[in-house]
């Protein structure tokens, strides 16, 4: 178990103070404390880690460094396969409701065609049956027409007596 101390490196085993050119840093996992030097950190790379601390930047030694890979690679492996799963289930609901939607649409366009249909033959037949009646009405028209014609010179002829 490393030193929790921060007067002791959790690496070498020397105290702080008997590496007077590094600084003392310490790691966001295991809490144990390490000289800079012991971790390949410069002096400047320990300073602005340790400057940063509280504001969301983390630093982890170099022995949990590959604990925490294989942690957060195992769980973000379950997660993203969680997050998957449950984005093809939605992905199929959608699709469900989808096909259903449009089934219904292309039932209801169906039904307005043959409403359309049938209109568009009643309305057919019923202009034709008015061309119909429009051709027998002039025929009729022109018929008096002849008729009052006739019926005018022989009533003139009548008149006049002359037959």
């Known amino acids: 178990m490393p030193s929790k ?4 490196c959790a690496y070498c085993n020397l105290k702080a103070d008997e590496q007077k050119c590094h600084v003392m840093i310490r790691c966001d996992c295991c809490e144990a404390w390490y000289h800079s030097q012991c971790q390949d950190l410069t002096k400047y790379e320990a300073n602005l ?3 940063a601390e509280g504001k969301g930047v983390r630093w982890f030694c170099t022995k949990c460094i590959p604990e925490l890979v294989i942690n957060v690679d195992s769980q973000d492996q379950t997660e993203a396969k969680t997050s998957i799963t449950e984005l093809k289930e939605k992905l199929e609901e959608m699709n469900l409701l989808t096909m259903n939607k449009l089934n219904n649409i292309d039932q209801a366009v169906k039904g307005m065609q043959l ?3 049938d209109a568009l033959k009643s309305n057919n037949e019923n202009i034709k049956s008015l061309e119909d009646q429009c051709s027998k ?6 018929a008096l027409k002849q008729n ?3 019926l005018t010179v022989t009533h003139m ?3 006049t007596n002359v037959i």
Do not use: F
């Not at 101390?5 to 002791?8: G, I, P, Q, R």
């Open 5 to 8: 101390s921060k007067d002791k």
């Open 49 to 51: 880690i340790s400057s």
């Open 115 to 117: 409403t359309y249909a």
């Open 137 to 142: 009405l002039v025929e009729q028209t022109e």
């Open 148 to 150: 009052n014609g006739t």
């Open 157 to 159: 002829r009548r008149s």
